[in-house]
Nanobody, 116 residues
C-alpha cells in the first residue's frame, strides 16, 4: 500500500512564500509523473504543476513564474515552492503520483491560505 504524506502549507500574507512537500511511503515502485493539484471552495480540482522523472515541468498559466516544482527520484519526494502568493492561490493543495503501470495515488491535502 502506497501512502503520500504531505507537509508545509499554512497561512501567509499576499506576496509571501510557502513550500509544500510530499513523500511516498510503502510499497513504492517506479513513479512516473509527480504533480500538485489544488481545489478552492466551489471549484473543481485543477492541476498546478507536474514534473516528469527527467525533470521536465509544466505549470498552470496562473502560477507560471511564481511556483517551482522539483522532485527527488531517489527519495520519492516532490516539492512545490510558491512565491509571490496571491489571495486567489488559497485552496487545498494535493500531491498526486502516477506510476508507470498507471496506478494513481493522492495525498490527503494541505490548506494554503493567502490573506490580502
Amino acid at each position: 500500500q502506497v501512502q503520500l504524506v504531505q507537509s508545509g502549507g499554512g497561512l501567509v500574507q499576499a506576496g509571501g512564500s510557502l513550500r509544500l512537500s510530499c513523500v511516498a511511503s510503502g510499497r513504492v515502485f517506479s513513479i512516473n509523473i509527480m504533480g500538485w493539484y489544488r481545489q478552492a471552495p466551489g471549484n473543481e480540482r485543477e492541476l498546478v504543476a507536474a514534473i516528469t522523472p527527467g525533470g521536465i515541468a509544466n505549470y498552470a498559466d496562473s502560477v507560471k513564474g511564481r511556483f517551482t516544482i522539483s522532485r527527488d527520484n531517489a527519495q520519492n519526494t516532490v516539492d512545490l515552492q510558491m512565491n509571490s502568493l496571491k489571495p486567489e492561490d488559497t485552496a487545498v493543495y494535493f500531491c498526486r503520483f502516477v506510476g508507470f503501470r498507471g496506478d494513481v495515488y493522492w495525498g490527503l491535502g494541505t490548506q494554503v491560505t493567502v490573506s490580502s
